[in-house]
């Protein structure tokens, strides 16, 4: 019985990996350009969203996860495809208050409710520290780098939301309840 369910998951696995997009072309998603489909099964460890930006480097959503206390955790990873070191340019907001620079950090992503239309910017410790990754020695050629950022909570109702930063196109997420 365990090697039929083995085989059975085998060919589960090979036929999700097996690359056909059922006739569906790129001209056919209704995803932006540089943003893959939301993956339903990325609460249970997978990716739920991932955007190309400039510089070849690609942004994975792990996770966005409604946590006690009123807040919204997101992690994902951050990948540099490209040739130099990412400093992660622009992602750290563009505060002019000196105690809120947060330079080289995800300090400047925030989340976007459409339909409620609000943005929930990343929270801040009492110092002005952005509550989220900072990339001190950058993401070197090659490397990929964990990262978390958190947010006030939307609204219970409020499940579907857009995490945006810098120049990446947004990416469609859906909160899990924590």
Request: contains cysteine; hydrophobic residues 30%.
């Amino acid at each position: 019985m365990a090697v039929a369910a083995l085989a059975t998951g085998l060919l589960l696995m090979t036929a999700g990996c097996s690359g056909d997009d059922g006739g569906k072309s790129d001209a056919d998603s209704s995803t932006a350009p540089g943003q893959k489909e939301d993956k339903p099964d990325g609460q249970n460890g997978g990716v739920i969203a991932e955007v190309k930006g400039g510089e070849s480097i690609t942004l994975t959503i792990d996770s966005a996860k409604r946590e006690e206390g009123g807040f919204v955790t997101v992690t994902g990873k951050v990948t540099n495809g490209g040739s130099g070191i990412f400093s992660a340019p622009g992602w750290a907001g563009d505060e002019s208050e000196l105690s809120l620079k947060n330079d080289s950090s995800m300090a400047g992503a925030k989340l976007v409710d459409k339909k409620g239309k609000k943005r929930y910017y990343i929270l801040r410790d009492t110092e002005g520290r952005c509550l989220c990754t900072r990339f001190t020695k950058g993401v070197k050629s090659g490397d990929t780098m964990t990262w978390y950022a958190q947010f006030p909570s939307p609204p219970e109702n409020t499940a579907k939301v857009d995490f945006q930063i810098a120049d990446m196109p947004p990416a469609s997420i859906e909160i899990s309840e924590g």
